[in-house]
């Protein structure tokens, strides 16, 4: 399937970047990561659902035919295929659009580019009301000069630096996660149990303890290099900022309530992780009691280095 670049800038201005579901407030694009998904409402393929043979190419690929969700409320639609008609679908775009007014232009710019560029995959291959990768069409990104070339590389060694610094100053948070199960956690923040262990995080009670640690690790550097490397390599590089940053907050907040806080039941991490990772991946890591941390880390680790390595003194193809 190709969308065209002004098909995608008009279907995001019109989002309020948010989910069409009704209720639903989950970002399409959130900072570089792009969350949502450019959905087909009569499918793309004839083996998917509500697909209509009759429709031209243009419009089943046109902005009338397709719809931004969130990947939960993407499962949900594509699993209910009485309860969600063509006909209802459209009318939950209308209504959506008409409630959102429209984004700035150069919002949607950035969007479009982003959705562009980091392209949306359809996790299941259902082939039905799915995200399909976004081609660029007639859009051309010329290959690097050995100088481009260069200064990627010096960008992916900024970034791993930066990601080694994460995993120094925040390596007490993985070694509790790896040690207690979430059970045992929350005995320990409620003060129903004590361990020595346990007491080694207490530095996290400050306020101000995870951007100071965030400080340390030179985390702003990471933003120079930015224009630098491709934005499938940011998301991945910016997921794993987000999951040592927001597993520490989540430390800090379980002090404050006496009540662990799990990062397996934070929304934001889970939407992080579903722009990077599959969903059958995103449950297997939340499914385990201990180590699930430490195994999330490494597989981000691990993407990130494979993609890197993937773009070091490659030309960029066509999008």
């Given amino acids: 399937m190709t969308v065209r670049p002004p098909v995608i800038k008009r279907l995001f201005a019109h989002s ?46 046109g902005f009338d035919n397709l719809i931004l969700l969130c990947p939960n409320h993407h499962a949900v639609i594509d699993a209910d295929l009485e309860a969600y008609s063509v006909e209802r ?34 996790e299941n291959q259902s082939g039905g009301l799915a995200a399909h990768t976004v081609n660029a069409g007639s859009i051309n990104i010329y290959g690097k000069d050995s100088a481009e070339r260069t200064r990627t590389s010096q960008a992916v060694e900024v970034l791993w630096g930066i990601i080694l610094a994460f995993k120094q100053e925040f390596g007490d948070v993985v070694f ?43 985390f702003k550097d990471a933003e120079k290099e930015r224009p630098f490397i491709s934005q499938r390599l940011w998301a991945i590089y910016y997921c794993i900022q987000a999951v040592y ?20 039941d934070d929304d934001g991490i889970t939407a992080h992780l579903r722009a990077i990772l599959p969903e059958a991946g995103v449950q297997q890591l939340k499914s385990k009691g201990t180590y699930a941390l430490q195994t999330l880390n490494a597989s981000l680790e691990q993407r990130f280095l494979e993609v890197a390595s993937q773009e070091q003194g490659q030309d960029k193809k066509h999008v």
């Fill in 16 to 61: 309020g970047n948010q989910c069409a579901f009704p209720t639903c407030n989950a970002p399409i694009v959130d900072g570089s990561i792009v969350l949502g998904r450019i959905c087909h409402i009569a499918a793309a393929s004839s083996d998917g659902p509500r697909y209509d043979a009759s429709q031209a190419d243009d419009v089943r690929n």
């Fill in 176 to 218: 509790i996660d790896t040690i207690f199960t979430p059970e045992e956690l929350n005995e320990l923040f409620g003060g129903r149990a004590s361990h020595p262990m346990f007491e080694t995080i207490g530095h996290y009670r400050p306020l101000d303890a995870v951007i100071q640690k965030m400080t340390k690790a030179n």
């Fill in 89 to 122: 679908l459209q009318k939950m775009k209308r209504d959506h659009e008409a409630r959102s007014g429209t984004r700035p232009s150069d919002e949607a710019n950035e969007a479009t580019i982003l959705l562009l560029d980091q392209s949306i995959h359809n």
């Fill in 245 to 264: 940053a927001r597993a520490a907050s989540l430390f800090q907040l379980s002090f404050k309530e006496r009540k662990f806080k799990d990062w397996r």
